[in-house]
């Protein structure tokens, strides 16, 4: 009998420790609650959100060129397909840089950053940032800048007067920085087409003002409402094109 009330009292023993157990973890579980489910809800949340709004702007580009097929089929219809192509040569030389364009925007004026007073004692006036390992303003800097702003929606870019397209480069030439062949020299006037607030706030997320600061520069930005961007004045050969040779032609 003694042995049979030991027998029970261990099975309890084993069942009452199980119940503790499930209890302690049901109470952490309360106490602790786990939030990596909900943030990654969140983050899916705003990726769809992303995506959605890539799909909406791929529907308005199917949209506008369905539109443009339509007029082109309909312009032949009714012999006015030249003044569509003219419409269309239009648009596309203004995104190529090709005529000046007017706007809101910004100016960038990159100028030496303000030294701070002498002090007492002192025989040198001392910069407000310091020089790291004397480095300068280069070609990759205002490649940066330029890239920032034609990220964040600049329509149109120029530095010192010189618009920007996509094939201009910046670079490096001896001990000047050169965009397409023409030298520029500092101080850089930097304008954009665009949204004011918007071009300002991307320079500050993106630390391009905290970049130009090491280098002793300083960016002033201005906004304006008219602002004008120049034609591209370039000359930009055409290697791959070639002319269509009209038919019975060798």
Do not use: C
């Not at 003044?83 to 706007?103: P, Q």
Request: charged share 30%; no cysteine; hydrophobic share 40%.
């Amino acid at each position: 009998m003694l042995q049979k009330n030991r027998k029970i009292t261990f099975i309890l023993a084993i069942i009452s420790a199980i119940i503790g157990v499930m209890l302690t973890i049901q109470l952490r579980s309360n106490f602790h609650p786990i939030h990596k489910e909900s943030r990654s809800i969140a983050e899916l949340r705003a990726t769809l959100q992303k995506e959605l709004e890539k799909h909406k702007n791929l529907l308005a580009d199917i949209s506008k060129y369905n539109q443009l097929y339509y007029q082109y089929e309909t312009s032949l219809n009714e012999d006015e397909s030249l003044s569509v192509m003219k419409e269309e040569l239009a648009r596309n030389r203004k995104l190529a840089g090709m005529i000046s364009v007017e706007g809101q925007g910004i100016v960038l004026r990159i100028v030496d950053a303000p030294l701070l007073p002498l002090e007492e004692g002192s025989e040198e006036e001392i910069p407000t940032e310091p020089v790291v390992g004397g480095y300068t303003i280069d070609d990759e800097d205002l490649r940066w800048l330029v890239n920032t702003l034609f990220a964040n929606g600049a329509q149109a870019i120029s530095i010192n007067g010189h618009r920007m397209v996509a094939t201009t480069p910046i670079r490096y030439v001896g001990d000047a920085i050169q965009i397409d062949t023409r030298t520029i020299q500092p101080p850089y006037e930097v304008k954009a087409l665009g949204e004011p607030d918007v071009l300002l706030s991307a320079l500050k997320l993106e630390g391009v003002e905290e970049n130009f600061r090491m280098a002793n520069k300083e960016i002033i930005a201005e906004k304006r409402e008219k602002l004008i961007i120049p034609a591209h004045r370039e000359e930009r050969p055409i290697r791959y094109m070639k002319p269509v040779k009209e038919k019975g032609e060798s």
